[in-house]
């Protein structure tokens, strides 16, 4: 039998768009303060939006490009390309084909991949399964991108103070150390409606009458989310995962949430009985970017030097559809 193809990450990038916008600048704009809540429930203190010239593509080509110079490897090297992401540059062609022609991975295959907020860890844990499945996929670059201020409506307080843009990579590669353990994903799609961009699909096309309207042409919370979705779902996710490879939640090192609210990862590590001092998070100073936060959070902890080799990193993500996801991995410092 030949032996079991692990996978790792190399290097990891992010990327953000040009504009900076504060909760000053947004309580001037809504004739509100909104301070106490946003930076103290959200831990949301600041975000970027991007230019009429900045988008999804551009946000995942800046951020694939570090992380390539990360690990080393050019665009020739690269395998596979998947782009994760819910605000695609177009219905169609694939987001992933217009990154894939602007980084020219000239060897590369190409696919977006949309599972909402949860988009990044269900792209890693597909990266990795390609990995072990086909010798032929030695290093795949896995992007979870987001512009969704293209689709916020400035007057809507409950989205305009959350959403963000932005653009997360990691390059994973077959190695003979593991890297990626255990994954699990879960959906609820009784609750597919809660919360998206409703129009510029298949059921209701953009139309004169849909912009005039100007509702299901933005993102819209149509449904409140039950708390128990993250704050029951996320222990009982991970624990699942950690159960199957022997792990407790105390062998973690770095906890890595979806960074919509900061207050709801100090409730679950307080469920899980872990200290918030290893639940890495950046909403602060990059806002909730979606199915970007989690390889934005990762690249942002790798450039900060907190992540050892040998550390054991659980990624959730959790959003729109309902979507999550959960992978569990050890640090590797190299190949």
């Known amino acids: 039998m030949s032996e079991v193809r692990h996978a790792i990450i190399t290097g990891t990038g992010h990327a953000v768009p040009s504009r900076l916008v504060t909760n000053d600048e947004l309580s001037a704009t809504l004739g ?34 570090r992380a390539l110079a990360m690990s080393g490897r050019s665009t020739a090297d690269v395998d596979l390309l998947i782009v994760a992401t819910d605000t695609p540059e177009f219905v169609s062609p694939p987001t992933a084909s217009v990154v894939h022609g602007q980084l020219g991975t000239v060897n590369a295959g190409t696919f977006d991949l949309n599972a909402g907020c949860a988009g990044f860890a ?16 030695r290093c795949i670059v896995v992007i979870g991108a987001y512009a969704m201020s293209k689709f916020l409506d400035v007057r809507d307080k409950k989205t305009v103070t959350i959403f963000a843009d932005g653009a997360g990579a990691a390059v994973v590669e077959a190695a003979k150390r593991p890297g990626v353990l255990a994954s699990e994903l879960f959906a609820d799609g009784t609750l597919c409606e809660g919360l998206g961009v409703f129009a510029g699909g298949t059921r209701t096309p953009v139309t004169q009458a849909v912009l005039d309207d100007g509702y299901r042409n933005h993102v819209r919370f149509v449904q409140k989310y039950p708390a128990s979705v993250n704050e029951e779902g996320w222990p009982r996710i991970v624990r699942s995962v950690l159960g199957r490879i022997g792990k407790r939640e105390s062998d973690v090192d770095h906890w ?8 709801t990862i100090a409730t679950v590590m307080d469920t899980l009985d872990q200290p918030m001092e290893k639940a890495h998070t950046i909403m602060g100073k990059w806002g909730y970017t979606g199915s970007a936060c989690l390889p934005m959070a990762l690249d942002d902890a790798n450039a900060k030097g907190l992540l050892r080799d040998g550390d054991l990193i659980v990624l959730t993500g959790s959003g729109a559809g309902l979507a999550m996801g959960c992978v569990v991995m050890t640090w590797r410092g190299g190949r």
Do not use: P
């Open 256 to 263: 890595m949430w979806t960074q919509v609210n900061r207050s």
């Open 122 to 137: 269900t792209a890693l844990d597909t990266a990795w399964k390609f990995i072990r499945a086909d010798e032929r996929y």
């Open 32 to 65: 509100e303060d909104i301070h106490a809540f946003v930076e103290g429930t959200l831990g949301i203190h600041q975000r970027y939006w991007c230019a009429a010239d900045e988008s999804t593509a551009s946000l995942a080509t800046a951020a694939a490009r």
